[in-house]
């Protein structure tokens, strides 16, 4: 079975600052893996995507995430924090031998940039 | 606007108390999902459809019933509410036909309260 750890239920930066969020997950077979945005009282937004091409992946308002087979891990990270940060985040697996697409989430990371 | 349609936002049940709550996407998606969220737990899968007449059941499908017998439409019925069933639902579709690396849309939420 698919699952995800996400270290660290609460992360705080300033702004400016590197952000760092750890995402490790177990899988029997080559995972689909995910990071995905929640702002206050709003659903999910999809940040990015790793689907076995490129390791390094790119996705929106400047995160990027790296693939490491080796440490089984695919943490998010952004140069430098902005005030529009501030969210939850999700790293989610999906197993890529599956036909039927479902989506493990970790528990969430809740992003605090400082001023 | 198309995308993934949730009513109510909010309500509040009393215990044994019976409800739906209605999910509808308009983007022709085949894959729908329903997802509750509870503080520090992350999203936990409650059922799934991978097309019209097709459902399953997830990782906590205890207390729920779904079924899709449009495209467009997965309704999520709770039967007898519990006070363990308060949480934030979610639903959530996809058009991905790369089983496993399903990107998912999601709707803004419905957050129950029971009593």
């Known amino acids: ?115 | 606007n198309a995308g993934v349609t949730q009513t109510p936002k909010f309500q509040v049940l009393k215990t044994g108390q019976s409800m739906t709550l209605q999910c509808a996407q308009d983007m022709n998606h085949e894959y729908m999902s329903w997802y509750r969220q509870d503080p520090g737990m992350g999203l936990r899968l409650i059922h799934y459809s991978v097309g019209a007449g097709i459902t399953d059941q997830g990782e906590v499908p205890n207390g729920y019933n779904v079924s899709r017998s449009t495209t467009e439409d997965f309704p999520l019925r709770l039967l007898s509410a519990a006070p363990s069933q308060t949480s934030v639902y979610f639903c959530a579709s996809s058009s991905d036909r790369v089983w496993g690396a399903n990107v998912l849309t999601f709707g803004a939420g419905s957050r129950l309260t029971v009593l």
């Open chain 1, 1 to 115: 079975a698919q699952s995800v750890t996400q270290l660290g239920s609460h992360v705080s930066v300033s702004e400016g600052a590197l952000v760092l969020l750890r995402c490790n997950y177990s899988s029997s077979v080559p995972p689909y893996l995910f990071w995905y945005v929640q702002y206050p009282n709003q659903g999910l937004q999809l940040l990015l995507k790793y689907t076995s091409a490129a390791t390094l992946v790119k996705g929106i308002n400047g995160f990027e995430a790296e693939f490491k087979k080796s440490e089984t891990s695919f943490h998010l990270t952004k140069p430098s924090a902005h005030m529009s940060d501030a969210a939850e985040y999700f790293c989610a697996v999906s197993d890529a031998g599956s036909t039927l697409g479902r989506l493990y989430f970790g528990r969430g990371t809740q992003l605090t940039v400082w001023p």
